[in-house]
Structures are given as structure tokens and as C-alpha cells.
């Protein structure tokens, strides 16, 4: 059953969105008596706590009461009586809407209220059949006031489950999140204004070409020198491993091409992505916690940041597929999410705090943990991307855009995807004539191999709920630590059967012990 919504004051959406939006409904979070909005965590906490991202962008996710009908039928006529309003025309109700402040009732119609200071907007769907947004939504507002349900079946509780922030901290943890090396604010930033502004112009170019054209990049808001030159020096550490494991995976499958298409699926609808997303967030109890959104618009397959205070999730459907989704969401929310949040309660939750107690760089261990959580449960977890991606930036380093697009060639055949590895690691760039990378993209193998090195003394759970650390802090931090509200994925529960899945990993990607401790101290 549709709900009301109402929202009261406006979002900042990007300039460029082009994407379609969708809401899904709320499920127990309501109130009664009084009126209470929903506000996010304020933007000084939650700013900039996940690793993860490039772009991002709000739509509400919320649940669906799946016993809602039986609910109604009980209290029907109490309801009714609360409820019920006058029948008018579309424009008078438009008229009365702008004025309104108290909650708006909710109607069994399918009609949605997004109100704000300005002319209200409708937006209308009948019950009878499973909702499909066909055309954008624009939705504005920043506080959100549900209908309350009738007084039998109430319980107040907020949507999320998170300890409250302490008022007088705030402004101490947005100053520091606004510093350091270490923190994804600034990859953020870098994140952002790395992204060529010209992309599908000097793509259609570089087609055209027939491959032999080096795009020419520009950027609306280019980064420092200094600050790019922190992220172009390479690795071959781990290259040999990167390598073989591509090789493994040619030799069982063929191509890259079969191998997507046998491991990950077919493409999902965005029907089914909703469904997806919203299944596994009621599996870890966040529903209504992480704004959700889908575009096309994304180098990435997917993002966990913050925008405008609220943790959103950013998922590409073009890489959206049916066996790989959840692993996806296993790295952003059980991951990314659920160490961000724990790291709030944190004594190191500041710059000033992890400078205090000397932290090391959360990376690599942050996307080498989610980058292991990503292939899980896999029946062959293959470690292909995070090997392509650091191979791709090493050959970077040396090569032309043009150069890297023909050798990744011997590991993908197919021109788009070959594309889209060699902007990420061209991106920063604006000649791409010229040898040069950003080398982000090899933290991801880095961190899985340091990981499965130390997988036998490493306590996963701690190091989930310790926050943003690295494992090689956990033992003298766990002291130090409050756990008493910590989140842990579903996942981590069974520690027999998370330490017997890494012993999988090991095991398709022929990783050795002895070589991973020759490589690794």
C-alpha cells in the first residue's frame, strides 16, 4: 500500500542527473500522535566516513509492510474516522496541499504529497498492479513526516537503529573529517573532479578512430598537481599475482565475456535491482537507513557515500547482474556502510582522534575487505577485477590511452569494457597521449592478498566493528574500543563458514601460504 510522504524543505540534486528515480514504501517506521520528521545524521558526522564512490545522488528506499493489508482491514473503521477527508478536485487539493503543515493522511488511492514551500507536486500509481516509474521523479525535501497508524499495533522507533550522536562533539568531528590524507573526503573530492566532463564526446571520438586516437580529457574542477602526484605512483608487487589469475580464469572459461556471463548472470530490471537491494537490507536490518539510487552515470559498478548527510548508495545498472548483485552489496553496505557507521562511536571517529592514537591508513585493508566480501560465496571466486584493475594502472604507468587499450586486449575482448578500464586508469589525465596513471585502482588486489596473509589471526567481526582501521591495528585498539552498539554483517555470524569460503578464494586462485609470506611481512 502507497503512503504519503512529505517533504519539507528542498535537496540539492547534481546538475547532471539524468537518471530515473524510484521509492519504495515504508514499512514500520511510523509514528503517532505528535508529528515527527525523519532528519538524517547531521552532514559534520556522517561526512565522508565511506571509502567508496564518485558520484552520488538521493532516492528514498523504504520499506513495504507486507502485512499492512490484514493490518487496515482490523482497524479500518477507526482509521476511516482519522482520516477520511472531503472529495475534491485535483486543483483545490493543490491549492489546500501548499498550505498544509501538519501530516499528510495516508491514502489508499496510491497518491504520493511531495510538498514543499513551493506548488505542491503529485505523483499517483494504482495499487492494483506493481509500481513502475516510467518517467523522472524529482523529489525535493530534507525532513520527511510518514502518517501515523492507527493506536493499535504502535510502536515508536526511528528508522534507524543508530546510537544518537552526542550534540557537542558535532562540530569537532566536521572539522576533522574536513583533513587528512586518509579520509575518503578527500579521495572524494579527487574522485569527483577526476571525471572527465567530455567522456562520451572523446569516446564516440576514440570509436570513430578505430582505436587510435588519444582522447583529450577536461575536467570542470581539476585537481592540484601536487594532489594528482599522490596517486600516479605504481606497484609491481603484486603484478605476477594479478596476471595468473587472469590466466586461471581464461583457461576454465575462455574469455572474460563467458566467464561474466556464467558467474554473474543476465542484466537485471530495475524492478529487480529494488528487489534485490531490498532484500538484503532487511537480511541486515538497515531498511530506511541508505538512500538508494540508479544510473547509468558511474565508472564504478557501484558507491556508498555521503550527500547531504544521509549514506547513499549509488548502483550502475548497466553492470547490474543477477549472481553478482548481492556480492556488490555485501562490499558497499556490509562492508563500506557497517564499518563507517561503527567508527562513529569510535575514540579514532576524528583526524584528531586517529592522529592521537597513531592509525595506520585504513587502506588497503577497507577494499581489500570489501573486495573479498564482493566474491564470498561465489561457486568459483575468481579474483578478475581487482587482478584487471591493478594490471590495467601498472600498464598505465608507461603506456599511452591508446597503447593500454590494445594490450588489456589479450584479458578482454569486448571494446566498451575495455574502455571503461582505461578511463579509470587514465581519469586525472588530460593528454592521454602521454604514460601516466591514477593508481587508486590498485588497492583493491593489494588488500585482498595482505588480508588472506594474515586470514588466521585476523578477528574479522572486531575489525568490522573497530571502524575504519586497518588490521593491523585491531589488537591494540580493541581495548581502546566501544562495541556495545557495534553492526556486523549477516555474513560474519558463522566463522566456520566465512574462514572455510576464504580458504576457497586461496584455493580457485592457486595463492599459496608460503608465497603470500614471501611477498608480505
Known sequence: MLESIRVTEKLHWP??????????????SLTTGSTRSISPLPAGVLKDIFTTGTSSYN???????????????????TYSKRCRRPSSSASSSRSKDRKMKAPVPMMSTGTWYCLDRQPAVFVTSSVSNPVRFTRDISVTGNSIVLPPKPKTKV???????????????????????????????KR??????????NLEKEKLRFFKSDYTYNPQFEYANPSLPGVLAKHCNV?????????????????????????????????????????????????????????????????????MTVVNGCPTLTINVSTAREHWLEGMLRH??????????????????????????ELKPNNPTEEGLASIHSVLFRKDPFLWRAALLYYTVHQ????????????????VKDPSTRWGYCVRAKRGWTDTSQPGCFSKDQVYLDGILQIL?????????????????SYEDVDRLKELAVTENARVPHFLQDQARYMEHLERIMEVNELTDRELRDLIY
Open 396 to 411: 598505465a604507468s608507461h603506456m599511452s590511452f591508446c597503447e593500454l587499450f590494445e594490450d588489456i586486449g589479450r584479458f
Open 59 to 77: 532516492v528514498l528506499l523504504q520499506s513495504k509492510e507486507e502485512k499492512r493489508h490484514h493490518l487496515q482491514k482490523q482497524s479500518s473503521c
Open 332 to 357: 558497499e553496505i556490509g562492508t563500506h556502510y557497517f564499518r563507517g557507521i561503527n567508527n562513529l562511536q569510535q575514540p579514532w571517529n576524528s583526524w584528531m582522534g586517529r592522529r592521537k592514537h
Open 188 to 197: 572524494f573530492c579527487i574522485l569527483t573532479a577526476i571525471k572527465p566532463t
Open 453 to 469: 596473509r594474515h586470514r588466521e589471526t585476523i578477528d574479522f567481526p572486531l575489525l568490522t566493528a573497530l571502524g575504519k582501521v
Open 235 to 303: 606497484s609491481d608487487r603484486f603484478l605476477k599475482q594479478s596476471i595468473n589469475i587472469m590466466e586461471l580464469t581464461l583457461q576454465k572459461y575462455g574469455s572474460y565475456e563467458k566467464f561474466e556471463q556464467a558467474t554473474g548472470g543476465s542484466l537485471l530490471s530495475k524492478t529487480r535491482i529494488w528487489g534485490h537491494v531490498r532484500k538484503y537490507m532487511m537480511k541486515e536490518g538497515c531498511m530506511g537507513e541508505i538512500v538508494v539510487h540508479l544510473t547509468e552515470d558511474l565508472l564504478s559498478r557501484a558507491s
Open 15 to 28: 546538475e547532471q542527473e539524468l537518471a530515473k528515480k524510484s521509492i519504495l514504501n515504508a514499512e514500520e
Open 155 to 185: 510502536r515508536r522507533r526511528h528508522f534507524s537503529t543508530l546510537p544518537k550522536p552526542k550534540p557537542q562533539s558535532q562540530p569537532q568531528l566536521s572539522r576533522s573529517f574536513e583533513k587528512g590524507d586518509d579520509f575518503s573526503g
